[in-house]
T-cell receptor
Framework: DGGITQSPKYLFRKEGQNVTLSCEQN?????MYWYRQDPGQGLRLIYY???????QKGDIAEGYSVSREKKESFPLTVTSAQKNPTAFYLC?????????????FGDGTRLSIL | GESVGLHLPTLSVQEGDNSIINCAYS??????FIWYKQESGKGPQFIID?????DKRQGQRVTVLLNKTVKHLSLQIAATQPGDSAVYFC?????????????FGQGTILTVHP
């Protein structure tokens, strides 16, 4: 089945450690997105990528980094500079046809601090 | 309906009743709107979308209404079922250079009692 796969489902980070969250899609979508979700809040955009080898900062990019070397993959690294990383992280993708297209989501990675 | 703040609005209904979930959006330039359903521990699931040149769109058991004059969006669920219990988010896209970027509301918790 086509879809978006995020791994791992749960992840624990130690102080001073960088961790990388995986996002893979087989929908042949051009655009991919990373969101952060905190309890009782909506989704906030971290980074997005419209095309391979290009990505843009979202609203809360500080302490995060991404890469887009392949169309189907958009990994997110939570760096040690992110002082409050505990959250639910969601990856999404959509076709590269501009606005007016729904984003499709993976089932998220829950990151916690040890 | 949805609002800024740390406490999600809630809606409790009896099975078989109709549900109406409201959303006030912020950007008068937004031209595309989506409703998502999110169950616990999962990613948001697309329900229905609407473009700004429409004021109503119907799907299976769901209807979205758009009032651009007052920047208001609503989701109506007919014959609500226990499986409809979830958090519902509205999202808007401002179009133009924002290219597919969605701004999410905080969400409304819908609880359906058998």
């Amino acid at each position: 089945d086509g879809g978006i796969t995020q791994s791992p489902k749960y992840l624990f980070r130690k102080e001073g450690q960088n961790v990388t969250l995986s996002c893979e899609q087989n929908l042949n979508h051009d655009a991919m997105y990373w969101y952060r979700q905190d309890p009782g809040q909506g989704l906030r955009l971290i980074y997005y990528s419209q095309i391979v080898n290009d990505f843009q900062k979202g609203d809360i990019a500080e302490g995060y980094s991404v890469s887009r070397e392949k169309k189907e993959s958009f990994p997110l690294t939570v760096t040690s500079a992110q002082k409050n990383p505990t959250a639910f992280y969601l990856c999404a993708s959509t076709t590269g046809q501009g606005t007016g297209q729904p984003q499709h989501f993976g089932d998220g990675t829950r990151l916690s601090i040890l | 309906g949805e609002s800024v703040g740390l406490h999600l609005p809630t809606l409790s209904v009896q099975e078989g009743d109709n549900s109406i979930i409201n959303c006030a959006y912020s950007n008068s330039a937004s031209d595309y709107f989506i409703w998502y359903k999110q169950e616990s521990g999962k990613g948001p699931q697309f329900i229905i979308d609407i473009r700004s040149n429409m004021d109503k769109r119907q799907g299976q058991r769901v209807t979205v209404l758009l009032n651009k004059t007052v920047k208001h969006l609503s989701l109506q669920i007919a014959a609500t079922q226990p499986g409809d219990s979830a958090v519902y988010f509205c999202a808007e896209n401002a179009g133009g250079t924002s290219y597919g970027k969605l701004t999410f509301g905080q969400g409304t918790i819908l609880t359906v009692h058998p």
